[in-house]
């Protein structure tokens, strides 16, 4: 099987052609992270001097600086070196999830042409970073795969529809969950839907180090000095912060930013960080790589939904295993804010959620 990566690279232009070296991105990332030019030398592999020559021309063609640099105390960005930074993580953040679906499309298109591979495992799921290592543990095993991200009501709608063969989606623990489930159950057959029961992870405010606007709750978030950053309609968070500003009898309305939603937990951190909004809703693993604080509000349970019909394919078996092994459940311990909980369990939905009722008769899709 052929693997295939797509990275997003931009750039900056004038009206006389010159142009911003993509190099030169790559390389104040480095310093951002390691704090010295010499690191994000060695780490870009770029000698001292071509990266002077980089921050040069840089600074020549803003007409300001890019670093500060002290004898013994390394390199600092300044406020234009930060802003660029920035926005190189919000638009890897952005794009990244959509750039791993298109490559996922790409590696069986030319699986078909190259070889005898069977049919691709269809996954259509909210996006996830325990998703991320089960697909690339996947790929290990030579298992032909098509992802696509989207919200968990499109995903859960796209498995009725025939669209996938299995549908990521995310239920709160606790309060929540019958609410939450009323969403997803017009999809959900009881006689043929199980649920694999994959990890469980915690949902919280993402907020800049050190918590500077004092924002503890939910009930924050409608203050006028506070600046809020939303997911998609249709994605299992956007469905949790509703019914979590419903609970504390707050109008969405008077939230600054409520209808500006990312696609992705790793792109409201990034805006976050980047200082765009004082507050998003997600899960603890960005927060924690973007050096962000993080308050926790619930947990929820993270389901693969499939068909039981499909269960017996070889692709399912492999990704059971998988699931079930020693190393995936070391390599989800390591992201912060997620644990197992019978990962690898397959289950009937009245198993998964007991006491809750589901019609024998789904609706129809109307997407």
């Known amino acids: 099987m052929h693997k295939v990566s797509i990275h997003p690279q931009w750039t900056i232009k004038q009206a006389d052609g010159q142009m911003l ?4 991105l790559a390389l104040l ?8 030019l010499s690191a994000a030398c060695r780490q870009t592999s770029a000698s001292y001097r071509h ?12 007409g300001a600086p890019l670093l500060n640099m002290e004898r013994g105390k390394g390199s600092k960005l300044t406020a234009l ?9 919000r638009i890897a953040a952005r794009l990244n999830p959509a750039l791993a679906s298109l490559s996922s499309e790409l590696e069986v298109e030319i699986g078909r042409v190259v070889t005898s591979n069977p049919a691709p495992l269809r996954v259509h799921a909210s996006h996830g970073f325990a998703v991320e290592k089960l697909l690339d543990a996947l790929v290990l095993q030579h298992v ?7 919200g968990s009501l499109e995903a859960v709608a796209s ?4 669209g996938c063969d299995l549908a990521g989606f995310h239920v709160p623990i606790g309060d929540f969950e019958g609410r939450i489930l009323e969403d997803y159950a017009r999809w959900f057959d009881p006689r043929t839907c199980r649920v694999i029961c994959t990890v469980v992870r915690r949902q919280g405010l993402i907020v800049a180090a050190g918590n500077p606007r004092k924002i503890y709750d939910v009930r924050d978030l409608s203050r006028t000095d506070v600046r809020f950053i939303n997911r998609q309609r249709g994605s299992g968070t956007r469905l949790l912060l509703e019914c979590l500003l419903a609970q504390a009898g707050i109008d969405s309305g008077a939230i600054h930013g409520f209808e500006h939603g990312e696609y992705t937990h790793a ?4 805006y976050v960080a980047s200082g765009m909004a004082d507050v998003g809703l997600g899960v603890e693993t960005p927060a924690r790589q973007f050096k962000l604080d993080f308050i926790p509000i619930a947990s929820e349970r993270y389901f693969l939904l499939g068909h039981v019909d499909a269960l017996d394919q070889p692709q399912l078996k492999t990704l059971l295993d998988i699931l079930r092994s020693q190393d995936f459940r070391d390599s989800v311990n390591r992201l ?7 990962s690898g369990a397959i289950q009937t939905l009245s198993q998964a959620f007991p006491g809750r009722k589901f019609s024998q008769k789904p609706k129809t899709s109307n997407r």
């Open 29 to 36: 990332v480095q310093v951002h992270e390691h704090g010295s």
């Open 144 to 150: 032909p795969v098509e992802c696509k991200y989207m």
């Open 81 to 89: 070196g930060e802003t660029l930074v920035w926005a190189d993580r």
């Open 159 to 162: 498995l009725h529809d025939g």
């Open 21 to 24: 070296s993509p190099k030169l």
């Open 267 to 270: 792109a409201v951190a990034a």
């Open 51 to 62: 990266a002077w020559e980089l921050v040069r021309s840089g600074e020549a063609m803003f």
């Open 336 to 342: 912060p804010g997620y644990s197992f909980a019978d």
